[in-house]
């Protein structure tokens, strides 16, 4: 599998169905590892309108990657900048990934590197001297963050949760 297997393109408004099945499978599939995920629907058309809007105000981007004309992934992102006096600006002003799927017949094909990849030239073509790019994983979805460190990431901050 290579890059040429894949084309990468902005989305277009005709890609909103399946973007929206692919974000309900996403949350279906988060469901499964914790108790804090909402069912898909109706929720994800509301996510979807905030991600829209976010995506639109933060310089953001959302990519289809297509196989053969058939559609198998996607990413979306945007600045993310949240000034924090205890770190530096270069740690709280970086490139944000909110957003990947790929279709269950495309993963472990490298696909997740593509869109990865994809996204972070987005952020340097900004020219806003962005240094970071981060993702956020459950950490019981092992599958999400061994791609994510395939693809380079390492871990950066773990959270720990306890029932009060």
Known sequence: ?????FHLRPYRASDYDWVLDCEVALQTHERTLSD???PGLPHTHDYLTLLFETLAEFHGLLLIA??????VGLVA?????????METADSTRCGYVSDIFIVPEQRGTGLAGILLDAMAQHFRDLGQDLRR??????AANQLACKAYVKAGFAPYEVMFERML
């Not at 992102?77 to 006096?85: I, R, S």
């Not at 790019?133 to 459950?138: K, M, T």
Request: glycine share 6%.
């Open 1 to 5: 599998m290579n890059d040429a297997d």
């Open 36 to 38: 804090t995920r909402l």
């Open 66 to 71: 297509e196989r053969d004309g058939v559609r």
């Open 77 to 85: 992102g945007h600045v993310l900048d949240q000034p924090w006096p």
């Open 133 to 138: 790019l981060r993702i956020n994983a459950l």
